[in-house]
């Protein structure tokens, strides 16, 4: 798959906060990208940076492959739902998605139809978007967003607030986008759980650094549950290790690192003791993507 | 940039605060209409006038330019009015958070203000227009004292407050670009249109007069009393110097808000 969107160590600094340090994110064509983050990480800022909603203090980034000054036309290609949908609350859905569709051109009132069923939002007439619920609107900025039928969506925080029946909704939107529509997006959220059935790829940005990015595979492979071991003696548990039949293991500093049968710490202790080694600390790691993330960012109790 | 340009003409028609600042101009028409009344068509000044000589008659006749400046230059009504409706315009889709989807359109910002300032400079054109000629055929069927007269006095002072007008809603636009606030855009708007800083100018211009032994009157060049004290009768050099402050504080205050929205990042 070729490269979407490119960051080059872009950073945005307010006075002397960094409020994005050095990121270099990579979004394929056709994926989703998770933005995985604590408010405040800088999820919103970077995105707004690439939206061209805020200038980079120093690094650069490329949408479809062009570096620099990127053209209107390249510019039309993207998508934005940053923070709150922008929409004129006196207005119905309709006259919203025709106003930026005379921004941008179009003519075409049955492709703002189309639209507007597309997100289901068909029936809703002249209804002023101050009467919509929350879920009505992020699924109208999200329509706004597609006006331009664009090849990559920024959605930032889009099921903030939501209720599960909205975070359904967008969910099942974000998908069908995907898949019906195929268009790359980067989805932002502090709600790990949430972009952890969408997202294909992530970014954990934490304080402003990109703290790791790995596709979804990898960053599973990496939350596989591990079993801590430290002994009185590493060198013989090893033997003992090997015994029980267990061959997925290192050493890694002053202790063991089992990802084979991690959860039979029991046995593994039992089958120890009876060779005289004596287990000095032993713990299960790495069980969920959450565990992972606040590993990475130390330890946080909530996201 | 003129999708744009159709984008604004396109959500200004539609929001409410359009039709109720017009509401309120039209009704502000009557009130004024009854002030020229008491003031033009009242008994007390008919007998006035009927016992003047001809040379003093003008003094009791209601002319196209003082209609003109009646309604629109020294009317605080009007030129609130213009300054609210230039404020909501200009913050309309900041304040709605819509100019996310029209800014991240565009690499460079300068098409976007220049559209945005175009569809304003057209509303507020429009409304000069048809406004003025309502003020000046109500005047002229309403009023008896009306009289006919003084049409190129007339012609040269619609354009050049014209100009002047269009001066003062783009530094309007600029001071509302600035704040980024509709409240505080709308005070400066409001203070500017309602005369408060003519009087510090004139207090400013007096003191520059007296420290140099001069009848330089530095308030010409302040463009709130230079479009609120022209009048085409003043002759050619006022015409010009008029012209030229108007000029000079559009350009300035246009090159303000296209440099404050290349700096500025968009905060909505």
Redesign the interface.
Known sequence: MSIILATDRITKAYGSKLAVNQVSIHVERGEVYGLIGRNGAGKTTLL?MI?????PTTGSFAIFDAYG????EM??K?G?L??????????SAF??L???A????IKNDQYLNDLLAFVGLYGVGKKPVKNFSLGMRQRLGIA??MV?EPELLLLDEPINGLDPQGIAEVRNLIHRLCTEKHISIIISSHILEELSRVANRYGIIHNGILMAEATKDELLSRCVPRLFLKTSDNNAAQIVIREIGINDFSVVGDHLEIRERATEGGAISMALAQKGIQTLEMRTEGQSLEDYYFHLTGGATYV | MFNIFKMHMYRVTRATSTYVLLGVLAASIFMSLGILFIVYDNPLTSAISLSMSGESMDLFSLTPPTVHQFFIQTSNTYLILVSIFSVIFANCDFTRGFAKNTYSMFESRRPLVFAKWLSLVTCVSICYIVYSFICLGLSAVCIKAFVSTKWTEYIVGFFVVYLCLISLVTMVFWITTLFKSPSGGMVIGILISSGTFVLVELLISGAVARTFHTDFLLANYFLDYAFMSYSAGMGTVATVRTIFVALAYMALALTMTVFLADRKDVHV
């Open positions: 707004k939206a061209n909603l805020a200038t000054n990127v053209s209107a510019r039309s993207v934005v940053i923070e709150d949908p922008g929409v004129f609350q006196n207005l006259q919203n025709k106003a930026k005379i921004a941008s051109g706004i967003a331009n």
